[in-house]
């Protein structure tokens, strides 16, 4: 079980214990115990998975064009270039190229293309087959390329800031709400022993925390907001 789906059946829970405490009311709590955990079981984990996929592969491709770039200005060598970037990648990235030694450099660059469905990749790869082709200076021939790529590196740094900001704010003004129906139940013992009486008030609490969840559901796809060419285009 990873991260996410703990995280999940935590706010779950603690949505479920809200609305018990709020109403007093064990099946409308159960209702909420379901939803959540259905939702972030079967909605939240996997969106929140796959931009996380999209987002750290594009790091690994980053890393990759820049070390191969620089490698290859050293050692002129595609297969020495190849050699010093394997050792510098991630396991996630060893474990994909599994089974291909008896590929060649070229071949091996080319099967990549289905790794790191980037636009950014696929002119690297191109260049590449211009350089075996022509030859010439690959540090100034890939410098609009390396340009480029740092720009979108950047881009999705600042996104992931911007995200951890507004999740910070959001988690801050659910908190509040919630915290709300907790401070009713204690400390307005006496209003809340009226109110508890009505049948609005158990369905009104049960909208409330229905629209929590949708406001988690909202953020989570502001969130996802992240778009690389190339990968967009296949996903």
């Not at 796959?50 to 200005?73: A, D, G, P």
């Not at 010439?136 to 390329?145: D, Y």
Request: neutral net charge.
């Amino acid at each position: 079980m990873n991260t996410i789906t703990i995280l999940g059946i935590i706010i779950a829970l603690l949505l479920t214990i809200i609305c018990y405490i709020a109403t007093s009311n064990i099946y409308i709590s159960l209702v909420v115990l379901l939803l959540s955990i259905l939702y972030f079981m079967l909605i939240a984990t996997r969106l929140i998975k796959k931009n996380h996929e999209k987002v750290e592969r594009y790091h690994q491709c980053y890393h990759f064009i820049n070390t191969f770039v620089i490698s290859l200005s050293v050692k002129q060598s595609l297969k020495g270039a190849f050699s010093s970037t394997f050792e510098s990648m991630d396991t996630a990235f060893k474990n994909e190229m599994t089974g291909l030694e008896e590929m060649d450099e070229i071949e091996k660059l080319s099967y990549l293309s289905s790794y790191f469905k980037f636009h950014n990749y696929h002119l690297f790869c191109d260049l590449i087959n211009l350089w075996v082709e022509q030859g010439g200076n690959i540090l100034e021939m890939s410098a609009h390329l390396i340009n480029e790529s740092r720009l979108t590196e950047e881009y999705l740094i600042q996104c992931d800031r911007l995200a951890k900001k507004h999740l910070f704010e959001f988690a801050l003004l659910w908190f509040i709400a919630l915290a709300i129906l907790v401070v009713l139940r204690f400390a307005l013992a006496q209003f809340y022993n009226q109110i508890i009486k009505q049948m609005f008030y158990p369905v009104a609490v049960l909208i409330i925390i229905l629209l929590c969840l949708g406001t988690i559901h909202l953020t989570i796809l502001r969130m996802n907001k992240v778009e690389i060419r190339g990968w967009d285009d296949v996903k």
